[in-house]
């Protein structure tokens, strides 16, 4: 396995990505039940942006040079800035399990796997130093060394009966990855039907990215919704021409928030007259 996600971390997709991620935890901390955590591809938690890539200097760095007023972006960037102020290092970036271990409360647990035993130990030493800095950190959060696609199943259902698993793979062999994510939203569903499910996809090519759709469509037993941010024309041959995340069981007023907040991060990003930005319901019920 070849990928890195330092390479790319803080571009246009992980902004996407980890503001909709705070969007979902947030909605689940409106109930005082604790809930589940699950990170099935957590990556090494924090990278050090400072010697940042073009990706992420239009990613986070534009992002943070502007001051949003979308409640959810604000949310955004006030997170990013207490959890560079709580490291001391103004350059740092959270990944999705320090955004997820910087949200959850005492009664909220979090599973964190990783295939990558290098990417796996970095991560126990982000989440060390954060839980030195936060009183109220959750009850447990663990790291697990592992296939996120097989021990998913070990996790679900979770005895709180309250979760959201995140799956973000990296898709170095894309086709198999979207064979993947669909097996494990279809086998999480069935082990968990009440569970919120978030897979991140990228749109490389327009075709197969609706074809995967109208099969997740068919093929899940819950409500599900997609939202996209693309900065190139959508089967353009540049590589990655935009961001996805396919939200099953999303909570009460999830497509709402994402409609008013997408426009201003599409804006903030610079986005040309070729990219675009959408949230809608793919299928409304089992
Ligand atoms: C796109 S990155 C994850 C980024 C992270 N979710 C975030 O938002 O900060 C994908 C990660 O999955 C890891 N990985 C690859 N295959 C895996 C597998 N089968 N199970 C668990 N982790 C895997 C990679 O080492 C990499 O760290």
Sequence with gaps: MKYRHSFHSGNFADVHKHVTLLQLLTALKKKDKGF?????????GSYDLSSPSLEATEGIGRFASLEPSAPELRQYAAL??????????????????????????????AVLIEFLGAEANALEASLGSLAQAREDAPRSVRVERGDGFTRLRAWLPPPERRGLTFIDPPYE??????????????????????GVFAAWYPIKDARRT??????????????????????????????????????????????????????ELKSALGVGPSGGASARMLSQSS
């Design 210 to 263: 609706a074809i995967w759709q109208a099969a997740c469509a068919r093929t899940l037993q819950a409500p599900a919704l997609v939202c996209e941010l693309w900065l190139y024309p959508r089967d353009s041959q540049v590589g990655l021409n935009g961001s996805g995340l396919l939200i099953a069981n999303p909570p009460y007023l999830t497509l709402e928030r994402l409609q008013a907040w997408l426009p």
């Design 36 to 44: 589940l955590y699950l990170d099935t591809h957590a990556g090494r």
């Design 80 to 109: 990013l800035a207490q959890f560079r102020a709580r490291h001391g290092q103004r350059h740092l970036y959270p990944g999705s399990p320090l955004i997820a271990a910087s949200e959850l409360r005492p009664q909220d647990r």
């Design 173 to 194: 062999q894309t086709e198999q990855d979207f064979g993947h994510v669909t097996a494990a939203l279809a086998e999480g569903l069935r082990r968990f039907p009440t």
